[in-house]
C-alpha cells in the first residue's frame, strides 16, 4: 500500500476490531449520509439516494410487472382510525410520534405520523370494495414512515425511514397466501439477483410476527458480522383488518363475505445489509447490479496531452455497456484510488500516456483488487464480462461466508456454545412453545429468525425443553 493510501484508510476502523464502528465509519467516509440535528433521523446523501434509486426503480419494476399499482396515502392517521385493529395498535403504539397542535390549536383528535399505513389502506378499501368485481385490488405505496426508536443506527434503525408498501385484498384466503409468496419471492430476487445477497425464506414464529397478521414470511440475510438481519417481509392478515375495518363485498351467489389481505414491505435497510455483507477494510463494495457508477475512470498524468480527450472518448464509447464516470479534477490518482475504493465503485480504469500509445487500459476491480491490462479492441467486451464475474463472485463469497458460518446443535449446551464461538444462524429444533422461545432469548441474545420453507429435521427433540419437536427454525443474534 503506498504512503497516501495508508493514510486514507487509516481512518476506517478494522472491520474486526470493532465492527459497528467500522459501520459507522464507513456509511459517512463513503458519503452515503450525513447526521441531522434530529436524534436518529439521516440525511441521505446523492451517493446514498442513488443506491436506494437503483434499489427502489428495480424494485418497482417488478412490484408493476406482477400487477400492482402505485397509490400515495397520507401522512397522518387520525387516533381512532389506528385503535380500530386491537392487535395493530398494541404492536405500535410503543413507537408511534403523535402530532397535538396544529399551529398553535390543540387538535381536537391527536394524528399520528404512519408508522405503516394498514388502517389508512384499509379504511379507503372499506370505501372502494363492494363487489367480486373490485377484486383483486393490488395496490403499493413508496413512501417514509416515522418510528420512535430508542437506539438508532444509519439505515438500519431511523426514526424515519423510507420504503415501499404493498396492501392488497383478495377474494380468498388461498389468493393472499399465492400473493403473500409471491412478494416474498420477488424480494428474495431483488437480494440475490441485485444485491448478490444470498437470503433464507420462512415464517416467522407467533411470537415475532407483524401485529395484526395471521402469519409473517420473511427473507434473512447473514452479515459479516455473524448477525442476521431482517432484509423483507410479507404478511398474510386473513379476514382480520376486513373484519376491524367492515372490508365487505357481494360474491357471485350475491352473499356478502370479507376480503382476504396481505401487506409487504421493503426498507432502505437493505442498504444497511449491502454495506455488511460486502464491505471490507478499504469501505464499500457495491456489486455491478446496484451500483449507480460501475466504472470510474482515472486517467493518469492528464496535464499531458491528449490524455483526457482519450478518457472522456472512453467514457463516451463504454457509456453503451455500463454507468460510467470520470474524475478528471486536479486530485492525485492515488486519492482517487482511495476514494472510489471507499465508495465500492466495482470497477476502476486507468489510463495514462504510456496505455494510450499502447492502445490498452487497466481496470482494477474492487472485489479482489485485481488489475487486468485490456487491449483497447478488446474493451467493451471484457469489461461486460469483468462486471458480471465481480458480481457473480460477491454472490458467492457471501454464500460461502453464510454456510460457514450456518451451524447445526442439538442440545442447548452446544447452541449457546456454538452462538459463542461461531455467531451465525444455528439451526435447531423447536418445540413450537413461546416459553422455550423466550428461554432461548434471555440466556443466548439469539431470537428466531424463521421457520425455513426448506425444512430438515435435524433431531426430534426441542433444543430447549428436550420435548418432541418437529419445526426447525434459524436463530440468531440480530439486528
Ligand atoms: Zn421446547
Not at 9 to 37: G, N, R
Not at 420 to 448: P, R
Amino acid at each position: 500500500m503506498s504512503k497516501m493510501a495508508k493514510e486514507f484508510v487509516k481512518d476506517v476502523t478494522a472491520m474486526d476490531e470493532d465492527f459497528a464502528q467500522w459501520y459507522t465509519d464507513v456509511v459517512t467516509k463513503a458519503d452515503l449520509i450525513d447526521y441531522s440535528s434530529v436524534r436518529g433521523s439521516m440525511i441521505i446523501r446523492p451517493y446514498g439516494y442513488a443506491l436506494w434509486d437503483n434499489i427502489k426503480n428495480e424494485l418497482d419494476r417488478r412490484i408493476k410487472e406482477t400487477g400492482h399499482e402505485n397509490v400515495y396515502m397520507p401522512l397522518f392517521i387520525p387516533e381512532s382510525l389506528l385503535q380500530k385493529e386491537k392487535d395493530h395498535v398494541e404492536g405500535f403504539a410503543p413507537e408511534v410520534a403523535w402530532v397535538t397542535h396544529g399551529g398553535s390549536e390543540e387538535l381536537t383528535e391527536r394524528l399520528v405520523v404512519r408508522p405503516t399505513s394498514e388502517v389508512l389502506f384499509c379504511e379507503h378499501y372499506s370505501n372502494i370494495i363492494h363487489s367480486y368485481r373490485d377484486l383483486p385490488k393490488l395496490y403499493n405505496q413508496w413512501a417514509n414512515v416515522v418510528r420512535w426508536e430508542k437506539t438508532t443506527r444509519p439505515f438500519l434503525r431511523t426514526l424515519e425511514f423510507l420504503w415501499q408498501e404493498g396492501h392488497t385484498a383478495h377474494a380468498t384466503d388461498e389468493e393472499a397466501m399465492d400473493e403473500t409468496i409471491k412478494m416474498l419471492n420477488v424480494y428474495a430476487a431483488i437480494c440475490e439477483e441485485i444485491l448478490a445477497i444470498p437470503v433464507v425464506k420462512g415464517q416467522k414464529t407467533e411470537k415475532e410476527k407483524f401485529a395484526g397478521a395471521k402469519a409473517t414470511f420473511t427473507i434473512e440475510s447473514l452479515m459479516h458480522d455473524g448477525k442476521a438481519l431482517q432484509s423483507g417481509t410479507s404478511h398474510h392478515f386473513g379476514t382480520g383488518f376486513a373484519e376491524a375495518f367492515g372490508i365487505q363485498y357481494t360474491d357471485k351467489e350475491g352473499k356478502l363475505q370479507y376480503v382476504h389481505q396481505t401487506s409487504w414491505g421493503f426498507t432502505t435497510r437493505i442498504i444497511g445489509a449491502l454495506i455488511m455483507v460486502h464491505g471490507d477494510d478499504r469501505g464499500l463494495v457495491i456489486p455491478p447490479k446496484a451500483a449507480p457508477t460501475q466504472v470510474m475512470i482515472v486517467p493518469i498524468a492528464q496535464h499531458k496531452e491528449g490524455v483526457l480527450d482519450f478518457a472522456y472518448d472512453l467514457k463516451k464509447t463504454l457509456s453503451g455497456v455500463a454507468r460510467v464516470d470520470i474524475d478528471a479534477s486536479d486530485k492525485k490518482p492515488g486519492w482517487k484510488f482511495n476514494e472510489y475504493e471507499m465508495k465500492g465503485i466495482p470497477v476502476r480504469l486507468e489510463v495514462g500516456p504510456k496505455d494510450i500509445e499502447n492502445k490498452q487500459v487497466v481496470l482494477v476491480r474492487r472485489d479482489t483488487l485485481e488489475k487486468v491490462i485490456v487491449p483497447l479492441d478488446q474493451l467493451e467486451s471484457k469489461l461486460g464480462e469483468l462486471l458480471a464475474d465481480i458480481q457473480a463472485n460477491l454472490y458467492n463469497k457471501a454464500l460461502k461466508h453464510r454456510e460457514e458460518r450456518t451451524s447445526v446443535t442439538v442440545t442447548f449446551d452446544e447452541f449457546k456454545e456454538t452462538l459463542e464461538t461461531n455467531g451465525g444462524f444455528i439451526k435447531a429444533m423447536w418445540c413450537g412453545e413461546l416459553a422455550c422461545e423466550e428461554k432461548i432469548k434471555e440466556e443466548t441474545g439469539a431470537t428466531s429468525r424463521c421457520m425455513p420453507f426448506e425444512q430438515e429435521q435435524v433431531s426430534d427433540k426441542c433444543v430447549c425443553c428436550g420435548e418432541k419437536a418437529d419445526k426447525m427454525v434459524y436463530w440468531a443474534k440480530a439486528y
